[in-house]
């Protein structure tokens, strides 16, 4: 079958809710650059079916940051990381409600509370949920989800009554090369917390990192898992490689290669909320537009740990596509130019700098 009868049946396959084969999906990430808007057009048609042209922003907050004791090889935050990124325990909550205020009044609509760690004690866990309680209070509208590692019996149920919407937990990579990019915990713990968040009846949230020097199968696989725990959304991260980092050096992703991953999760998840997330940045360059006719949601302003640009830009890149921002009726364009390499983020949460929103 030719690429374009096979993109057919992908896009036929998705607007109908059927699963897409192994080989259909690889042929996506094996087409060639001379095929890209090909790849495109036939992905747009479902991210259309399902989100319009309608963008959701989410806002991160990096509630605790660095001096983790696990040791995923892509991570800035992991204890060994030479990475010169900002380091400090938990913020207050009224501190992070005050964060969470500047990136809703720059048109997030969900708000996600990450801390550092394998995963909450059951303090930790008092201490989200205040802040939750104190975010709900003042937009009862916005989405929070919570992103604290691996969790245990319970405290999936405590989120969710502190008033949680979601909860986000990323699959990274295919289970078989999982100990290849971390050995502390496993694939298995990963998927167990995903399931525990969704039998608590949080939204679940999981995705992806591309660019962890996996091939273009574990990325099929680890997206047709995916499919097969039915998140609500799917991050989908491209590796950043920070210095002092294991992967500090893996820099293998092409714009057209990015988008042909998006291409490919939006025809494995054709209906979950696919997220372009950490990395679009550095790695899709001047064709980050593009990524939003696959992509519905994307983060506003900064990552956990590096700069993203300007939150006005991004606010401009949609507009500019000819996107709307879900919860805004127009935009006022900006105008600078998006960063070429990795910047640290050293403003927002964790210093007295206002946050990029
Ligand atoms: S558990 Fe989270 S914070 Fe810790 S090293 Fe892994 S990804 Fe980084």
């Known amino acids: 079958m030719d690429l374009l009868e096979t993109l ?32 495109v057009a036939a992905a747009f048609r479902v ?54 205020r500047a990136g809703i009044s720059g048109g997030a609509r969900r708000v996600c509370l990450v801390a550092s760690g394998r995963g909450p004690t059951d303090r930790d866990i008092d201490r989200v949920a205040d802040v939750i309680s104190a975010i709900k209070a003042e937009h009862p509208s916005v989405e929070v989800c919570a ?3 691996l969790l245990s019996e319970g405290q999936a149920a405590r989120l969710r009554a502190a008033g949680a919407d979601a909860y986000n937990h990323n699959l990274n990579t295919a289970g078989q090369r999982y100990a290849d990019i971390c050995t502390t915990h496993t694939y298995d713990d990963r998927v167990e917390t995903v399931r525990r968040a969704q039998r608590a009846g949080l939204s679940p949230c999981s995705g992806i990192i591309a660019g962890l020097g996996e091939r273009d199968e574990d990325l099929v696989e680890v997206a047709l898992a995916l ?26 992703l092409t714009p057209q290669h990015c988008l042909r991953i998006l291409a490919m999760v939006r025809f494995v ?18 064709l980050q537009p593009l990524a939003l006719y696959l992509a519905n949601s994307i983060f506003l302003g900064d990552y956990l740990t590096s700069a993203g640009q300007e939150g006005h830009q991004d606010l401009k890149m949609i507009a500019e596509a000819g996107f709307t921002v879900e919860g805004l009726e127009a935009v006022e364009p900006g105008a600078l130019a998006g960063p070429e390499q990795v910047r640290l ?6 210093t007295d700098l206002p946050p990029n929103a």
Do not use: M
């Open 345 to 350: 983020r050293h403003r927002g949460a964790g």
């Open 47 to 100: 991210r259309r079916r399902y989100f319009a042209k309608r963008v959701k922003l989410n806002f991160l907050v990096n509630l605790k940051s660095g001096l983790c004791p696990e040791d995923c090889f892509y991570c800035s935050q992991r204890l060994s990381s030479g990475a010169d990124i900002l380091r400090y325990t938990w913020l207050k909550a009224a501190e992070v409600a005050g964060l969470a």
């Open 227 to 252: 499919r097969d725990l039915k998140p609500d959304s799917v991050p989908v991260n491209f590796l950043i490689p920070f210095e002092g980092t294991p992967l500090g050096g893996e820099w293998n």
């Open 8 to 39: 057919n049946t992908l896009t036929t396959k998705a607007l109908s809710g059927q699963k897409p084969t192994r080989e259909e999906a690889l042929s996506v990430l094996r087409s060639g650059d001379d095929d890209l808007l090909d790849v």
């Open 147 to 149: 992103c604290l590692g």
């Open 269 to 286: 998840c054709p209906d979950a909320e696919v997220r372009l997330a950490g990395g679009r940045e550095i790695h899709l360059g001047s």
